[in-house]
């Protein structure tokens, strides 16, 4: 019998990053996150909706960067000390996520994500895709896609 | 989708943009043999290459188009607005079909519409039904051919090869006759070149109404040789003769040779995405700033360094460093740079819609089509152009008694700019027509500019050469870094404590006796200023149209040329920014919009 690649992810298994904010830890999977950077210089866009901390220099592209805490007005995204920004890609365009840090990948098995109850620490479930419990914390999902859309935005 | 098929897509948009430009010339001038016979050869090789990629409906309206214009060559009618319309209308519906195909999606009820009314046309102008059906079924036994084809004979005969004609007429039995007229092109091909056939290559099915195909075949074999290459027992008859080709290229004619260098200058041009460039364009951008950092790291260098010999090295190697970044950035931004004869054509093709619809005719005359502007800058603005000589068209004709008016576009560079300028008659159009337009052009780092002059109205877009970059002044107000661009500004100053007064509210200098409008602009951005205290400030005054307005910031950097960035969907709603740049030591600086900073200054004077 072949030795298992200790290495190599399971069919029913997947990685995640965790990130923190405003003492949530939010969980992306990896293969939606293109980069995490240490918080670069964050240029404020002056009337620019709340939830969008400013924009920054990404390899000579210059995107925004999301506070999902102000998002769902849930509180600031500490831009200082060691935050980091994890950049997603979202409709053709590259986005930052502001995180007060970053936590290593995690290997997870998709059972363990459960749907969220109606309200989790503020959000609506609708913006979420589940929860993951763990031995020490939980792991909030979001579902990307919609927290980043200008439409949902521009309907609440 | 496969590779060839991606570029006959990409040809024939090409070809039916060409047909649409030379209708417009045709509608004007329709007796012109000259314009009939490019229309025709265009509208035939659209055919032939529709047919060989298996689309066999644009082939057929394709050919549809180009009879149509035969009708018109064998002068059997007078072309009314009505005949046009309708070419306009075919040339439209191929252009729509072809749009969604590079997406895989097809619909062919547009397509289908328009061969009725074709149809229609045709039987209502006495034309015969035979000519009506499948394009292969042309009766004419002659070759059609265009200068390619001439230019290639021509070749062909220099390497010392004939030219046949074989004539292969089919068993009327239940043999496969596309079958066998494959085979018979695969092993004539082993021994020469096949140039045309009729029925075209790509339309081979149709030999089973015909029962009959031509070919012309160019080879160095005689005329045994060639007959024993058919396979002549299946055959009904075979017949090989040379062929003698009764039409010459005419060498002295300019225009032909013209015509010629235009086909074969598309060989030497390569087809690019607008992306490849974009990319580039952004790799020059780092290599910028990265040459500015090596600058300033040679600069300390040689305070530090002992070895002179090494600190001058340095420096020299970064100097050139700057020559080929700034050679390579321009290189990159002449690939990107479009004549503004497209646009003209659309243009004028409002201009007739406008003329069809009120019923008046006005037509749109182009000076300067060869006036080059950036392609991003096409795409972004061709819409609005198009949507303001709309606006322009119709304040002509509502003001204008005579059935017969004239918008005049005059396109030409002024240093960093591309001015086109719209003249017509009577008074300007109001400027709530105007005004998502001129937010648009400003948005690019243009401006818009209407006046009036003799009883004629003048409206001056000014447009920035290449949308990437743009000279602007660097300013710092509440601890960030603006840039304005340089086209908006008339002047700066500094501004002395004393030198400001309120009145009503407003804040007001004076400038060489006249009063001037200050704007603060940390309060029009709504930026919170860390302390209220009055420093030294600077006023840079921009002007947009009438009266110009100061606009207060702490600190003037200095002038620039930028790369602009976009801001992304996310901003679309953001007032007064219009993109961003990267400053050299890499922080993100943002382009504000002056245009809208005045409009705002002044509805609150209001």
């Known amino acids: 019998m072949a030795r298992k690649d200790k290495n190599a992810v399971q069919v029913d298994e997947f990685q995640a990053i965790g990130f923190q904010v405003g003492g949530e830890e939010y969980g992306l999977p990896l293969s939606e996150v293109q980069e995490i950077i240490t918080t670069p210089h964050v240029t404020r866009v002056p009337k620019a909706p709340p939830y969008i901390a400013g924009v920054i220099n990404l390899h000579g592209n210059v995107i925004p960067v999301f506070d999902v805490a102000r998002r769902f007005e849930i509180g ?13 890609e979202n409709n053709g365009e590259m986005v930052g996520l502001a ?14 994500v459960k749907p969220p109850p109606p309200l989790v620490s503020g959000i609506a479930a609708e913006y979420l895709t589940g929860v993951a419990r763990l031995p020490n914390r939980f792991l909030i999902f979001l579902n990307i896609g919609l927290v980043l859309s200008n439409d949902a935005a521009k309907q609440e | 989708m496969d590779q060839l098929t991606r570029i006959f897509l990409q040809e024939a ?51 549809e188009v180009e009879n149509l214009v035969q009708t018109l060559q064998e002068g059997r009618l007078t072309p009314g607005p009505d005949y046009f319309d309708l070419m306009y209308r075919s040339l439209e519906a191929m252009r729509r079909y072809l749009a969604p195909l590079a997406q895989g999606r097809e619909d062919v009820t547009e397509l289908e519409s328009v061969q009725r009314e074709l149809k229609e046309w045709f039987e209502g102008n006495g034309r015969q039904e035979s000519e009506l059906s499948a394009a292969s079924a042309q009766t004419q036994d002659d070759f059609n051919l265009g200068e390619y084809d001439l230019l290639r004979i021509g070749v062909l005969e220099g390497q010392g090869k004939a030219l046949y004609r074989i004539d292969i007429g089919f068993k009327g039995d239940t043999v496969d006759h596309e079958q066998q007229a494959i085979s018979i092109f695969k092993e004539l091909r082993r021994s020469g070149d096949i140039l045309q056939s009729i029925p075209s290559e790509g339309l081979l099915a149709d030999i089973a109404e015909e029962n009959r195909l031509v070919l012309l075949f160019s080879c160095d074999l005689g005329l045994e040789e060639i007959g024993r290459l058919l396979p002549q027992d299946n055959l009904l008859s075979v017949a090989v003769s040379e062929y003698r080709r009764d039409r010459t290229l005419p060498v002295a004619d300019n225009s032909a040779g013209e015509n010629f260098i235009k086909t074969f200058a598309s060989e030497k041009t390569v087809r690019l995405e607008m992306e490849v460039l974009d990319e580039l364009l952004r790799l020059v951008g780092e290599l910028m700033l990265n040459r500015v950092r090596l600058a300033r790291i040679s600069g300390e260098y040689q305070s530090r360094l002992a070895d002179r010999e090494l600190a001058a090295e340095i420096e020299e190697t970064a100097e050139k460093l700057e020559h080929l970044t700034a050679d390579l950035q321009s290189g990159i931004m002449r690939a990107r740079m479009v004549p503004v004869a497209r646009l003209f054509r659309m243009m004028k093709r409002r201009a007739r819609q406008v003329s069809r619809r009120l019923e008046t005719r006005v037509r749109l005359i182009g000076h300067g089509e060869w006036t080059e502007i950036d392609k991003k800058l096409f795409d972004l603005l061709s819409e609005n152009l198009v949507a303001m000589t709309e606006v322009l068209a119709e304040t002509i004709c509502s003001q204008s008694s005579a059935g017969d008016s004239e918008l005049s576009v005059f396109a030409a560079r002024k240093g960093n700019n591309v001015i086109l300028k719209f003249v017509g008659a009577g008074s300007p159009p109001g400027e709530d027509g105007l005004e998502q337009i001129r937010s648009s052009i400003v948005d690019c780092g243009g401006r818009l500019i209407v006046g009036e002059e003799n009883e004629n109205f003048q409206l001056s877009v000014s447009l920035p050469i290449t949308l990437a970059i743009v000279p602007v002044m660097m300013v710092e107000a509440a601890e ?19 030198k400001s007064s309120t009145v009503e509210g407003k804040e007001i200098t004076e400038v060489r006796g006249n009063a001037l409008s ?89």
């Open chain 1, 76 to 88: 600031q995204t500490n831009l200082e000390g060691g935050s980091r920004v994890v950049v997603v």
């Open chain 2, 480 to 498: 960030e870094i603006y840039a304005f661009p340089l086209e908006a500004i008339t002047e700066t100053f500094r501004l002395e404590k004393d």
């Open chain 2, 13 to 63: 948009a090409d070809q039916i943009e060409s047909l649409e430009s030379l209708l417009l010339d045709l509608e004007e001038s329709h007796a012109s043999v000259e314009l009939q016979e490019h229309f025709m050869r265009a509208a035939h090789s659209l055919k032939g290459a529709s047919g060989t990629a298996g689309y066999s409906l644009l082939a057929d309206l394709a050919h």
């Open chain 1, 99 to 112: 995180a007060e840090a970053v936590s290593n990948v995690t290997r997870l098995s998709i059972s363990s």
């Open chain 2, 518 to 606: 200050l704007l603060d602009m940390g309060d029009a951005l709504d930026i919170a200023q860390r302390n209220e205290e009055f420093k030294q400030k600077f006023v840079v005054v921009v002007e947009s149209g009438s009266e110009p307005i100061g606009i207060i910031v702490d600190r003037l950097i200095g002038k620039f040329d930028v790369v602009i960035k976009p801001l992304g969907s996310h901003f679309n709603g953001v007032r007064h920014i219009s993109g961003s740049t990267i400053l050299g030591d890499g922080k993100v600086a943002l382009i504000i919009n002056s245009e809208t900073l005045i409009a705002e200054a002044r509805g609150a004077a209001a």
